[in-house]
């Protein structure tokens, strides 16, 4: 059962536009929601993270938007570069458990 | 800073054979894991441990075993290598529960 969903498989933006990535999630207990970014050959890296008590957390380019009642959480890419190109991992994890649940990735490509 | 490290870089077995993957870490910190990343399948956790000589198992646990003898290092044995498992092996590690998880560079397993 995939705890943690992720949407869409891969996703082509043209350089500027914002790229969009969807996850949710189904354990009420998650509590730290990070997105990873993989480029190919190289292992992930965290980007950006967010806790519940906010809905909203930006760094420069990258905003998570997280709804806790819904169970969503989305990052948005602004003025998306090609050097933004990479796969993306949602993740999640509660208070208890100490490892990781990954979604599937969102192969991400920003054309110039 | 610190800096992780995995060896080998690339393992090549038989299928059937016992396989051991090492991770290094110089971080000090306390928190160790191994995930698997299949392509298509974003990342899964084998095992992880909180402190030397403790082990935890994640949701792929069947099929390995894991070794934290002191707390720089974290050992993941294949016990019985399948062609069904190629894939890249990703050693993380972790301060305490609100530090950032830090990956390394990974071990392609290739089985024959």
């Known amino acids: 059962q995939q705890q943690v969903r992720q949407s869409p498989q891969s996703l082509t933006v043209w350089e500027g536009e914002t790229a969009i990535l969807n996850c949710s999630y189904e354990?009420?207990?998650?509590?730290?929601f990070p997105w990873y970014h993989q480029f190919p050959g190289e292992s992930p890296a965290l980007l950006i993270a967010?806790?519940?008590?906010?809905n909203k957390k930006e760094d420069g380019r990258f905003t998570i938007f997280f709804n806790k009642r819904e169970k969503k959480f989305s990052l948005h890419i602004a003025d998306s570069q090609p050097g933004d190109s990479a796969t993306y991992f949602c993740a999640a994890r509660d208070n208890y458990a100490q490892g990781l649940t990954f979604g599937l990735g969102t192969r991400v490509s920003v054309f110039p | 800073g610190g800096i992780i490290t995995q060896t080998p870089k690339f393992l090549i077995g038989q299928e059937g054979q016992k396989l051991t993957l090492k991770c290094q870490q110089n971080f000090n910190h306390d928190t160790m894991y191994w995930y698997r990343q299949d392509s298509g399948k974003g990342l899964r956790l084998i095992y992880y441990s909180i402190t030397e000589n403790d082990l935890q198992k994640g949701d792929l646990s069947e099929g390995y075993d894991a070794s934290r003898e002191k707390k720089s290092s974290f050992s993941l044995t294949v016990t019985s290598a399948q062609k069904n498992e190629m894939a890249v092996f990703l050693c993380?590690?972790?301060?305490?529960?609100?530090?950032?998880?830090?990956f390394g560079p990974g071990t392609r397993l290739t089985v024959l």
């Open positions: 354990d009420s207990t998650f509590d730290y």
């Open positions: 967010i806790r519940p008590v906010s």
């Open positions: 993380a590690s972790r301060e305490n529960s609100y530090a950032e998880q830090f």
